[in-house]
């Protein structure tokens, strides 16, 4: 195997003249990569105030998410129980066990059964937090850690993603800012961007919902948070 | 029948007498490009993007391997493995290690351009490991034992009836005639097979130097099953797929899905960093990365370099008028279309594709739209300058009237290409085929843009041919 990698490696550096590299050009790359400079942003992004909120909703609906807007944590937990509702679906939801969603305060529900902790196969709906989102194309940043399984946005049929106006960035490169903050340099297992409900056009070149992951994708944005 | 890339002109034979595969095509044509030309007419800033993507690219290649050190390094530091392999055999020995230090009995996979190049499905079957593509597309072509025929779609071949027929022979439960239904079976069929596996294997669309990083860009969240619930996630990913930070990614981005299938962002980009964390409740326990080489690194430097740039988005495929008339299967090799005539070269052999590069009517739509401007038609014309010189052409090809004689004599395809290039097949042919010494084919490649949306010579042409149907012998 090392064999390998040096004559990989030995073939790449003849290839691009690496010998003649000097120190102060590999000073160069390295800040090109440490610096993390922005590239082109495009300009329909630059948006502020309320309409982040506008900009994010449009485009997450236009991904067939599913949009609610309320003003509270409460009305949060009631629009969960009415998705749950309007579709048919069991009361019973899979929750991050995060304390981003305490407000929400699942456990006095009453009717409601909640679980916590990663998704298993019986698992029909789950509901978890962001670690931001992306106003840009209306893309939902998770990461996985303790209290935030990755599982809950790909197992479960049904997703509700609680979403507040303070997780709202508008560009991809206001994301990676944030998610570097998180870890001090060092990111999760996995970030996973999640743009809408699971589809495939590989049937006739058809478009269906629900290939593997979830069939529908509830955003619950709570204005004002 | 196994298909290769020497039968070409055979296999472009058999294409052309599919009555079903040329609807399909003629479908993928139409929508594809107009799909395209919407998402990236709303954002003015394509054009910028595209310069910057193939900048940062010919960066990275230009620093390939300090790039691939330092991602290395941070694969490492996550607690993963990287595995540096020159072959395609190589590739697969390791592969076959890791699963067999799990004692892996079934196996996942995403797409992955990568384990087809490497043919890792019939390798794993040999040594009594069971793979499943689930990928939707990728699972009806394994069920039907085919290759894929689109980087992207890879069952785009196949019609819905077709897909009924397959599923009701391999699941043997109900003949689903509905398109959602159908889907609803694949779903229910792999959903078990995720729990079950013991290996979950993807492939990359990008490696992060930042961070150590693997990106996949997908819809159906297959990925996301296939590498978080098994033991093991291993990542196939080639030496270029390497980009140096998250930012460079958010140029990428902005342009893949649009390129490939006009959506502004795909269902869910997956970035992945070593195995699971301490304290984490899920994800895989070891994360190995397989680097493949097979042919890359010694690209480098040479006339061919652009060609590494690709981000297999597959407008270019879309988009050419070959791949629209005779489909993907044709090329008998991994990669088709344009992109593949100009790489599978490197990864079969020039002798063995070497009908490939001469599959291009000069037209320059792959150029056109290429995300990072790849001169497609510049390296098809040194690949086929240097098979002349190697002199891997029979006589019969290297007097330069085989591939012109060859199409003109079949009216379909003449007619289906007759817009976009059939001039320079002649004038190339009536040169004795040596392409070097004609600087003219330059003034007809470079930069042709193209009226978009849907190249009208060559639908109306392709309309007309098929109303002609029956009188026009294949
Ligand atoms: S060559 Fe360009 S257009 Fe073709 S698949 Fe690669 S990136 Fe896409």
Known sequence: MTDSRARILGRIKAGVNAPNRSAADIAVLKARIENAERGIIPAFTKVAGTDVADLFLKKAEAQNNTVARVTSAEAALLEVRNFLRQNNLPAKVKISPSDRLDDLKFDDAGDLEVHRGAAVKEDVTSVTPVYCAVAETGTMVTMSGAQTPSTLNFVPENHVVIVRESDLVTAYEDSWDKVREYGGGKIPRTVNWLSGPSRSGDIAMTMYMGAHGPRRQHIIFIEGQ | MERTARAFKENVKEALQQENLAGVLDIMSKFSPIGRNIAIGKLPEFEALRDDARDIKNHVLANLDFYLEEYEAKVIESGGHVHWCETHEEARQKILEICRSVDAKLVTKGKSMITEEMHLNAFLEDNGIIPVETDMGEYIVQLADEPPSHIIGPAIHKTKDEVTELFFKHHKTQRWTEGEDLMLEGRKILREKYFEADVGITGANFLIAESGTSVIVTNEGNGDLTQSLPKVHIVC???????????????????????????????????????????????????????????????????????????????????????????????????????????????????????????????????????????????????????????????????????????ATRPKLYRLLAGAGVAVLAKAGGAKGHLKRFPFLSGWTNHRELPAPEGKTFQALYKKAQKEKGRVSP
Request: hydrophobic share 35%.
């Open chain 2, 237 to 407: 990913a080639s030496l270029e797929k390497v980009i140096p930070s998250f930012e460079d990614f958010s140029q990428f981005i902005r342009l893949l899905p649009r390129s490939a299938t006009g959506q502004e962002i795909s269902v869910y980009t997956t970035f992945s960093t070593g195995p699971k964390r301490a304290t984490d409740p899920d994800g895989p326990e070891d994360y190995h990365v397989v680097l493949l080489d097979a042919g890359r690194s010694k690209l480098l430097g040479t006339q061919y370099q652009e060609v590494l740039r690709c981000i297999r988005c597959a407008a270019c495929l879309n988009h050419c008028p070959v791949y629209t008339a005779v489909g993907g299967h044709a090329y008998g090799a991994t990669y088709q279309g344009p992109i593949g005539a100009a790489l599978d070269p490197v990864i079969v052999g020039l002798d063995e594709a070497r009908h490939l590069p001469n599959a291009s009517s000069f037209c320059g739509r792959c150029e056109a739209v290429c995300p990072v401007r790849i001169p497609i038609p510049k390296i098809l014309r040194y690949w086929r300058a240097e098979a002349f010189e190697s002199k891997s052409q029979p006589l019969k090809e290297r007097a330069g009237l085989s591939l012109w004689t060859w199409f």
